[in-house]
């Protein structure tokens, strides 16, 4: 089967892009697919993990990557992502064994037990290759390479992503999750090894040629360029309605959510169907839009109701691997929190309803209560798998997170009834909803907890009120909470990304304004700390403040990419710098200063001049002077991260409402340039890229919405201001505020905007804060409380 795939490499990887577009190279359904084939292997795997030994050190003992760390004790004789290994290679002429992975990589885990501990495998790897570590989240540009590989060559990917290299780091072979022994007519890892190098020393120039074209090729498709400036205005209208309509056939009416098992949150296509839902309300489409909105609210309740969200600690895990979203893959990623609550801060925006408020303050209070560093950078993740238990010699997926019967009756006592109830906790264990929830039984006798009855019912069934069954759920979730924190903790990626936190700023400066529109008196239990919301807001300026820093050079105006123990030798990606300032964007217009409105506009030039394509359009992920990066890709992906592009093209159309001038017809003119580069892609397979089409439909919006609100900063109704621009869902809106009073504000906009300087100079004299909603600074007459404010907006 091996020898096969080697045979077929030069004929395979010729016909695909000789047939195909870029627009086929990272399809929704073959990343679905191959999740399938990912959960197919466990049947092969134990999912127990072992401690590691000491017995051996490698070179990644010296590196700062938790991921790299992990492996610093195994027999492999590792190398980081350098010169020294591609050296290596070279004088021994042998080819690389590449290894890419993250540290709560649940396979990743795996991989490493089975074959990089065994003694076995590794005499194989230090005999016939050079092994080399890569951490993605640190790397994101060397994976990008290798993963577009494997992608093109055999339709799908994933990790731990296992490549074979060239001396000169052309990819020869490659493939995902591989188990140590032969089973089925499978190949195991052995005998991968022993193939590989029999290919290489007899069929050498074969595979060399063939990675050679292969590289060019992918080279070629993933660096496409625009055939006109701006798309084709109907494609500018129209992406967004092609989208919302192939993600409704793959709607799953029975428990929300967009295709099929495994499930994904995906928060962009959420974000996709609420804005097309919006449009649609705007055309008088009224029924239309309901269905659209029904879909994304029915599964935003489906998928806090499941077991992926965490009721006892607060955020959610990675994905369900049931239709139901009951049994998760336990990991937290930074990425899922951030882009989760903001979309609950959507659904609450949209619905007043304090459910969606309730999801995204849980999420928010996860952050701060575990995984915030003292100086406010944000951690990136945790991990899936843990210790059953203190001395216990295998680590378990879930082991953290999961219950029995007796232990819930022992910790809750005289309510334990109602909440296994609620909870759909059982004696044998309550990962039977589906087949697909644990086919192999390893949750046997264990619970996940799911909520699958109306709490209003619940609540009657036990005779009590409404307000007093929270108040019991909320008491038993702190019980277990506090028995939770006495068992072993997950291992915690303590690696603080740029990008990652530019997400949740965003989410935690949002919260800040969009809550105030709570009922009042409303109030939360357990796992959520009932926070005033401008406390959220320090969160994001406290984070932002970190990375300006820590990962930030005034002088050069260039960022770092993560900070673990001090900033890390890689350089940053365009994910940081479109992130952060989509982040910054936000944290100014929910009430930040001026001086993140700056820093966002600063980044944007040092973006446009480290990654713009200004011929070809769009922009690269990388800069380009990295030799060891064989590809600079313009990735357009929306997945479980928006791709750089499609947020790039949306922090562009927002700059440009705000600034005026020469400045904002550059910012839209190199938002259309990179549309374009991207026009086959929204037109034939628009549900791969739904922020994308979101930022089509913004550039082809005559005149974005400006709120000017002109105030002392120091005043409270400033505040209501803020929070009543912001209690009306309209993503084609910007927000500005000004105070007159200061000079470093007003220096600003008469640099930046004079339309701006010129309303504040006229209402410098009000005693209250003036609120004014224009459309190209074209503004309607004033208005000066909050009520009228929010009339206005929603007229």
Request: aromatic share 10%.
């Amino acid at each position: 089967m091996l020898m096969k795939s080697l045979h077929l490499l030069s004929s395979s990887i010729l016909h695909r892009f000789a047939s195909r577009s870029i627009a086929s190279l990272s399809s929704l359904p073959r990343r679905r697919n191959l999740v399938r084939k990912v959960l197919a292997m466990a049947e092969e795997t134990s999912s127990s993990i072992s401690s590691t030994s000491q017995k051996h050190t490698n070179r990644l003992a010296a590196e700062q990557s938790p991921y790299l760390l992990q492996h610093a004790h195994n027999p492999v004789d590792w190398y980081p992502w350098g010169e020294e290994a591609f050296e290596e290679a070279r004088k021994r002429d042998v080819p690389i064994f590449l290894s890419i992975g993250y540290s709560t990589c649940h396979w990743c885990h795996v991989m490493e037990v089975e074959s990089f501990e065994d003694e076995v495998v590794a005499k194989l790897l230090n005999d016939s290759f050079v092994s080399i570590k890569v951490d993605r989240e640190e790397r994101p540009d060397v994976d990008k390479v290798y993963m577009s590989f494997v992608q093109a060559l055999y339709g799908g990917g994933g990790w731990p992503l296992s490549v074979f290299l060239s001396p000169d780091l052309k990819p020869l072979m490659g493939g995902t999750y591989f188990p140590p022994n032969d089973n089925s007519g499978r190949p195991g890892f052995k005998t991968v090894l022993k193939k590989v190098k029999d290919a290489w020393d007899s069929k050498r120039d074969m595979l060399v040629k063939s990675s050679t074209y292969a590289i060019e090729e992918l080279s070629k498709a993933l660096s496409a360029n625009a055939e006109t400036d701006k798309l084709p205005d109907g494609l500018s209208r129209s992406a967004v309605s092609i989208c919302a309509k192939q993600l409704s056939r793959s709607y799953d009416s029975e428990f929300g959510g967009f295709g099929s098992a495994p499930k994904f949150p995906r928060p962009v296509e959420i974000q996709l169907m609420l804005y097309h839902s919006k449009k649609l309300k705007e055309s008088g489409k009224t029924s239309e839009a309901d269905e659209d909105q029904s879909m994304v609210l029915f599964s935003l309740q489906g998928m806090a109701n499941g077991g992926m969200h965490d009721h006892i600690g607060g955020g959610f895990h990675r994905y369900s691997v049931d239709e139901c979203w009951h049994v998760p893959h336990f990991e937290k990623m930074l990425y899922d929190q951030g882009q989760l609550a903001n979309v609950y801060l959507d659904g609450f925006i949209i619905t007043k309803d304090v459910m969606y408020s309730y999801v995204a303050r849980d999420i928010l209070d996860y952050l701060r209560r575990d995984m915030i560093a003292p100086e406010g950078g944000i951690f990136s993740a945790e991990d899936a798998d843990s210790f059953e238990f203190e001395g216990s010699k295998r680590k378990k997926e879930g082991a953290f997170y999961i219950w029995t019967c007796d232990e819930i009756d022992e910790v809750l006592g005289e309510n334990a009834d109602l909440f296994k109830e609620h909870y759909y906790v059982k004696k044998s264990g309550n990962c039977d909803l589906s087949s697909m929830s644990d086919p192999h039984n390893e949750f046997d006798g264990k619970n996940v907890l799911i909520e699958r009855n109306e709490l209003s019912a619940m609540a009657s069934k036990f005779s009590l009120s409404i307000e007093k069954y929270h108040e019991i759920l909320g008491e038993c979730r702190r019980k277990l909470y506090d028995v939770r924190l006495n068992r072993p903790k997950p291992h915690l990626d303590d690696k603080i990304i740029v990008s990652w936190n530019g997400l949740v700023i965003s989410s935690f400066a949002r919260a800040s304004k969009i809550l105030k529109a709570e009922p009042e008196g409303t109030k939360y239990c357990f796992p959520v700390v009932n926070s005033q919301p401008e406390d959220y807001i320090e969160v994001a300026k406290k984070a932002a403040l970190f990375i300006r820093e820590n990962l930030y050079d005034n002088q050069s105006r260039r960022l770092q990419h993560s900070y673990r123990k001090g900033p890390s030798k890689a350089p940053a990606f365009l994910d940081d710098y479109a992130f952060l300032i989509s982040g910054l964007l936000d944290l100014y217009e929910n009430g930040g200063g001026i001086e993140w409105l700056k820093w966002a506009i600063e980044l944007q030039e040092t973006q446009d001049e480290l990654y713009l394509d200004r011929e070809g359009g769009a922009y690269f992920n990388t800069e380009g002077v990295d030799s060891s990066v064989l590809l600079r890709v313009k990735e357009d992906h929306d997945g479980a991260e928006p791709s750089g592009n499609s947020v790039s093209a949306i922090n562009l159309v927002r700059l440009a409402s705000i600034v005026a001038g020469e400045r904002a017809n550059s910012y839209l003119n190199t938002a259309q340039h990179l549309l374009a580069v991207f026009e086959l892609r929204l037109r034939e397979m628009a549900v791969a890229v739904p922020l994308m089409c979101c930022a089509a439909d913004m550039i082809s919006v005559p005149w974005r919405k400006q709120i000017v609100l002109v105030g002392s900063k120091s005043s409270a109704e400033l505040n209501n201001m803020l929070s009543a621009a912001h209690s009306v869902y309209d993503p084609n809106k910007t927000v500005i505020h000004i105070d007159p009073s200061s000079s470093d504000e007003m220096e600003f906009w008469e640099e930046h905007n004079s339309n701006v300087a010129e309303m504040a100079k006229k209402n410098r004299n009000s005693e209250k804060v003036v609120a004014l909603v224009c459309q190209h600074f074209t503004c309607s007459p004033p208005v000066f409380d909050s009520f009228s404010l929010i009339r206005l907006l929603s007229k």
